[in-house]
């Protein structure tokens, strides 16, 4: 879709069926979701959202990867080039010994690079308001928010009233401020 975003149209929903079935029928309209509240995982909204998979399991790979390797570096510097010592015969490089410190310092780094990189990218680390689509959204409702951008709100509150829509208000966007929500009872 081109263009500016005139405003957004927020619908809620009595249960998780309803908005899947909104979620599915207003993408294959060409409609823009932009956005889906729900107070819990909803089976099946990423597939009908078509979200792209995460990348943070590759984040956890390479500070596990990283973790690994600074573990492994480390205790063959420490142990096999630095400081070499004969303890009861075993050789200096016993890869028994490493397990434990090697498997620690993978998971550890693993985990704090996935943390991070949540944190980063979600922007919960940063300090600022949340801006709801609408002042009336709860923790405890389930919550669609299309982008009306080409002046098709007729269709689209036709789309969402034939899906099971509780509610059905519009968000007009201004340059400042958000003005507040035209109520309309589906």
Sequence with gaps: MSGPVSGQLVAS??????LLAAVR????????????FTPYAVHGLDE???????????????????GLTAAVGLQVW????????DVGGKPANSA?????????????????ATAAAFFWRSGLGRRFE????????TDDALVLVLALD???????RELLRAAGAREISTLRETRET??????TAA
Excluded: K, M
Aim: aromatic share 8%; glycine share 8%.
């Design 178 to 183: 958000r003005e507040a929500p035209e109520e």
């Design 13 to 18: 929903f009595a249960g998780e069926t309803e």
């Design 48 to 66: 009908a959202l078509a979200a792209p998979r995460s990348r943070l399991p590759w984040v956890t790979l390479a500070g596990a990867l990283a």
């Design 130 to 137: 949340p801006r709801l689509a609408a002042p009336d959204i």
């Design 25 to 36: 029928t207003v993408r294959e309209r060409g409609f823009r979701v932009h956005d889906v």
């Design 96 to 112: 028994l010994a490493f397990l434990p410190i090697s498997f620690e310092l993978t998971i550890l780094l693993g985990g704090l």
């Design 150 to 156: 080409d002046g098709r709100e007729g269709e689209a």
């Design 78 to 85: 420490c142990a096999v080039v630095d400081w070499p010592l």
